[in-house]
């Protein structure tokens, strides 16, 4: 009898080292994050930055791929059927959490069970540009040629229910204009348009708009936030300008598939959380976009999902936004 006690104990022993060497050994082979929004993107760039840091920390590929169309469905949906692994992530922004929630009928996915938030890594306010071409220098001066010349003015968006269609969305409302919304695939086809005057407005946080800018061939307008930004900071709020109800801004998150065990969910938490712990990165790929570190944990992400829903709802509505 004590011999088998013994060997049970090992055995058990033996199964909770192995269990701890798999729960470390993540991750084991590539990981991969998906992004459901075209290259080029302030998602995009920063994620495609982070992979590299992410893959010098675990030894491993961290590959970035886009999975566009169907205002970030398509992506979506293909993490949301992933094996709960660790292996495949979602990197994406307020749209695909709360926004599409009403803007289709029907989801291929559950919103609220079919991902495990892992962390919000960064936060930014809308910049709102122009095409250089366009007679204004101010949001003032864009409403009064709304005004003057109502349905003539086209705004740009990388979907409805993106962060760009409500904001502009709640100046059209606020201020009795008609403004023509274009949804491009992207937040990089919607800023090119800008440039090339197929639309004369748009917005995008100050990194992603900067190289624009620095064409010639699209201005800043205004910041749709509480604060200046760095990059332009002779561009006044929207609040400076008269127009404090129109702020709004875009987080970007990380997800995994619902299921995904707890102590990978936790590594990759502090590994993202240790790349943006990193002055030299956090300068280079953060702060220089006009981005703000958030670093939080799965249960903030939530808590911002569930509180955005119930505002964004309102604005939806103001939208005239109906679901497809």
Known sequence: MKHLLKALGMAI?????????AAQAYPS???????????GGGIDVLMRAMGVKLSQRWN??????????????????????????????????????VGNRFLYKSLPYDIDRSFAPITMMVKADQVIVANAQLPAKSLKDIVALAKAKPGTINYGSYGNGSQPHLLFSVIDENEKIKLTHIP??????NLTAVAAGDV???????????????????????????ARVSQFPDVPTTTEQGFPYAKISIWYGLFAPAGTPAAVVDEIRKAVQAVLA?????????????????AGDGSQLRDTIQEETRTTGAMIKAAGVVAE
Request: net charge neutral; proline share 7%; hydrophobic share 45%.
């Open 29 to 39: 082979k590539p990981v991969t994050v998906i992004v459901p929004f075209a290259p």
């Open 60 to 97: 491993q590929s961290v590959v970035v791929e886009n999975k566009t169309g169907a205002g970030s469905l398509i992506g979506a949906a293909y993490v949301a059927r992933a094996p709960a692994d660790g292996y495949t992530l979602l990197a994406t922004v307020n749209q695909t959490m």
């Open 184 to 189: 491009y695939n992207g937040i990089t086809p």
């Open 200 to 226: 004369q407005l748009g917005s995008a946080s100050a990194g992603v708009v900067l190289p624009f800018i620095q064409t010639g061939k699209v201005k800043p307008i205004a910041v749709a936030g509480d």
């Open 278 to 294: 990193d002055p030299g990165f956090v300068e280079e790929q953060v702060a220089a976009r006009g981005l703000s570190v958030v």
């Open 13 to 21: 022993a033996l199964l909770g080292l192995h269990h701890g060497a």
